[in-house]
């Protein structure tokens, strides 16, 4: 009986390390993912020489918030949906929408399911 007992705590015992590990990994991936899309935003957002210059498009930045990164614009964040969805003119008319976060976000999950199946499997 006492095999039987041992095996169960082996199992157990490895099947803790396998996790600690995965997690690990995944934090690692999870900040990989989220410097990525910092550089994408930042490479690919609107670039203006008025009012402000180019404040908007340096702006990205990431936050780690409990087990999530948070990427976000800290020097013009009022403006972000502005941009992405379009907005009204003042005077009538519409400005069109300048997509730049959507291509971004989807490109990040599709990398981060990538690294997360890789990770598990390893």
Do not use: C
């Not at 999870?30 to 935003?41: I, M, R, S, T």
């Not at 908007?56 to 930045?61: E, F, H, L, N, V």
């Amino acid at each position: 009986m006492a095999s039987i007992d041992s095996l169960a705590n082996d199992i157990a015992r490895e099947l803790q390390r396998y996790g600690k590990e995965v997690e690990e990994k995944l934090e690692i991936e999870k900040e990989e993912v989220a410097d990525n899309l910092v550089n994408d935003l930042k490479e690919n957002s609107p670039k203006s020489e008025s009012q402000g210059g180019r404040k908007y498009s340096k702006g990205s930045r990431k936050k780690k918030e409990g087990n999530a990164f948070i990427v976000h614009n800290a020097l013009k964040p009022q403006i972000t949906h502005l941009l992405e969805k379009g907005h009204a003119k003042v005077n009538g008319g519409r400005v069109p929408a300048i997509v730049h976060i959507a291509p971004a976000e989807e490109k990040a999950a599709n990398e981060l399911l990538e690294r997360v199946e890789r990770a598990i499997q390893q």
